[in-house]
Structure formats: structure tokens, C-alpha cells
């Protein structure tokens, strides 16, 4: 058991390595902060969406964005659009489970807002809608992905491409890049 506990914890340790190696993912990562600090200095939202693992993704850093990361401060606004469960049953149920992030990122969102979009596959059908959507309205759009990269890699402004296929390491790699991104928003606005 401990052999297989330690195999878990070394493969997450290789990707992050990887991704501290990376010279153009840690460019990507800082140019998302950046654009990130001047989107909240001009009062825009960040809108995230995701499904399952990514979903819960989405509402933690939305949480950390509008709520407080390591200092009291005033909130910014973030929103994980999956967060109204009557709204999410009645367009799915309506229109169809893929409309559900592309009718609130059109309801929400703003020219100059930003989408974050998580998906292990990039080819949620209903975080790409939301992300097209986005794109349609002029928000800026960034996608948390896998290493395959679906449909998102070629659709959103921003990519972090984990490099990894194994769903549970992506999503421990999406956690931590959001978690920079918290931290150094944060300390750049307060």
C-alpha cells in the first residue's frame, strides 16, 4: 500500500516538475495573471465553468477570487456558473445539458470579462459552448486542459495544456496553477 501511495504522489510531483520546466506554460500562467489584475482594475468578472472534479475546480477558485485568498480584502468579482442548481436543471431539462454554460455566459457576461473553462478533455460540449459564446461576446477566454486538448486548445485566447492524460493528476495540476493565479492576483490588487 505504501509503495502505491508513494507512485500517486511521485507522478503528481513529475508533472509539476514538468510545468516548473516549462518555460512557455509559465509565460502562459503569467500572462493570464497579468490580464487577469487589469480585468478586475476595470471592474470586469471572471466567469468559470466545468464539469464533476472541474466544476468543483471552478466554484474553489471563484471562491478564493470573490471571497479572500490569503488577505482580508475587498471581493472580486467571480462566479462558478454551475453554482444555481435551478437554473442548471431548467435549461438542461429545456434546451439540452450542453446549453447550460453558453445561456449564462451570454446572460453574465461582458465584453472585456474573462471565461475560464476546466476540462480534462477540452471537449465538454458545454464548456466549448460557453467558450464560443464568450468569444462571440468579446470576453477573453482561457481553458485549464489535458494534454490532448481537445476542442478548446484551438477555441480559447489562453491555454494551460497539463501535460498528462491521467485525469486525477490534471486536476491536481489545474488546482495548483489556479491557486497561483489567486495568490498573485491578490497580491498584485491588495
Known amino acids: 500500500m505504501k509503495n502505491r501511495i508513494s507512485e500517486c504522489i511521485q507522478k503528481s510531483v513529475e508533472i509539476f516538475n514538468t510545468i516548473l520546466c ?19 482594475r476595470n471592474d470586469k468578472k471572471m466567469l468559470l465553468c466545468g464539469n464533476g472534479g472541474s466544476a468543483s475546480d471552478a466554484q474553489h477558485i471563484a471562491a478564493e477570487l470573490s471571497g479572500r485568498f490569503y488577505k482580508d480584502r475587498k471581493p472580486l468579482y467571480a462566479e462558478a456558473l454551475h453554482v444555481n442548481s435551478s437554473y442548471i436543471t431548467a435549461v438542461a431539462n429545456d434546451y439540452g445539458y450542453e446549453e447550460t454554460y453558453a445561456r449564462m455566459t451570454e446572460a453574465a457576461g461582458r465584453e472585456g470579462d474573462i471565461l475560464l473553462g476546466i476540462s480534462t478533455s477540452g471537449n465538454s460540449s458545454n464548456v466549448v459552448k460557453a467558450i464560443e459564446k464568450a468569444n462571440e461576446i468579446g470576453m ?28 486525477p493528476r490534471i486536476q491536481e495540476a489545474h488546482i495548483l496553477i489556479g491557486h497561483i493565479l489567486c495568490q498573485l492576483i491578490e497580491e498584485e490588487l491588495f
Open 140 to 167: 477573453t477566454t482561457i481553458g485549464f486542459i489535458g494534454n490532448n486538448g481537445g476542442k478548446m486548445d484551438s477555441i480559447c485566447d489562453y491555454i494551460i495544456k497539463i501535460p498528462s492524460d491521467d485525469t
Open 22 to 40: 516549462d518555460e512557455d506554460l509559465l509565460q502562459t500562467i503569467e500572462q493570464i495573471v497579468e490580464l487577469c489584475i487589469v480585468a478586475f
